[in-house]
């Protein structure tokens, strides 16, 4: 793992994102609960594993503290400055310093356009540089993610996914940001590619001193990539912690039965696998309680009334939601 420096470039607080949905004259607004009050920091140079099923809530934290989504309530502090309010101007200014990269690269490279024209965009959008700077910095780009200076003059569809994905990275560091999230950006290529942009991601992360939010639902890619990690379920933070300790020491049922699942290389060693029961809950009608106490092996009359809270499980900034676990005196 690599150090990271002490500041603290992102803190969100007691976030909430319900979106609404139907509602109508003779009909009543329901709410999609997708994140559900999650609160953690994330430190320059750092990376913060966010993992969890399809339909946890982790791509809603994601976009939502880059406000794409405007919250439902909560804070979102950027530098120890609060944002959460900021207008759509304000929150133009500030888009160099916070980025995103998404699962699939095509979502932000516009087809009609060559790969040069659509690196070039970030800085003719904040007024950066010449056409001639630009054209300089964005083949200086195009080299520092792996690819030639050559492809600025080819289009989207003539690339490979992982290739894509380089373009993609490449245009998110292009105005040198303090942080970017990852929005499963390795998800969709083959593992070899995975490795390598994995790779490139931890490299160019040393260089520019990055802090990343690494959202993806492969918990050995999480573990390669991440200083500390955060899982979800249901809208929740059920367990954070160091990645290390983490996954040497899972204390949330449901951190253990997702840590189980992992492939181990050696066939001679083999994992007792953790089989959930049941499926994730609606987020729109979560239980009471625990979220998990519906597919929890040992859950107890308190489980399924009263919701646990994420407490300090140690001093080292192990955190779990569980009436089950006990902190260490």
Known sequence: ???????????????????????????????????????????????????????????????????????????????????????????????????????????????????????????????????????????ELLVKVGLPKTAADRYPHEFSGGQRQRIGIARAIALKPKIIVCDEAVSALDVSVQSQIVNLLLELQKEMNLALIFIAHDLSVVKHISDRIAVMYLGKVVEMGDAETLYREPKHPYTQALISA????????????????????????????????????????????????????????HQVACHLVQPIA
């Not at 150090?3 to 979106?19: A, G, M, W």
């Not at 439902?72 to 759509?88: A, M, N, W, Y």
């Not at 516009?110 to 950066?128: K, Y």
């Not at 729109?284 to 859950?299: S, T």
């Open 1 to 139: 793992m690599h150090d990271v420096v002490s500041e603290v470039v992102l803190s969100i607080r007691d976030l909430k994102q319900h979106f609404a949905i139907g509602g109508g004259l003779f009909s009543k607004k329901k709410f999609v609960y997708a994140v559900d009050g999650i609160s953690f920091d994330v430190k320059a140079g750092e990376t913060l594993g966010l993992v969890g099923e399809s339909g946890c809530g982790k791509s809603t934290v994601g976009r939502t503290l880059l406000k794409l989504y405007e919250p439902t309530s909560g804070q979102i502090f950027f530098e120890g400055r609060d944002i959460t309010k900021l207008g759509s101007k304000e929150m133009g200014d500030l888009r160099k310093e916070m980025q995103i990269i998404f699962q699939d690269p095509m979502e932000s490279l516009n087809s009609r356009h060559t790969i040069g024209g659509i690196m070039a965009e970030p800085f003719e959008i904040h007024g950066i540089g010449t056409p001639e700077e630009r054209r300089v910095w964005v083949e």
């Open 262 to 317: 992992i492939p181990i290389p050696n066939p001679r060693h083999r994992n007792q696998r953790i089989i959930l029961q049941g499926d994730v809950p609606s987020p729109m009608d979560p239980p009471p309680g625990c979220h998990f106490n519906a597919r929890c092996v040992h859950a107890t009359d308190e489980c399924r009334v009263k919701r646990p809270e994420l407490i300090d499980y140690d001093s080292q900034g």
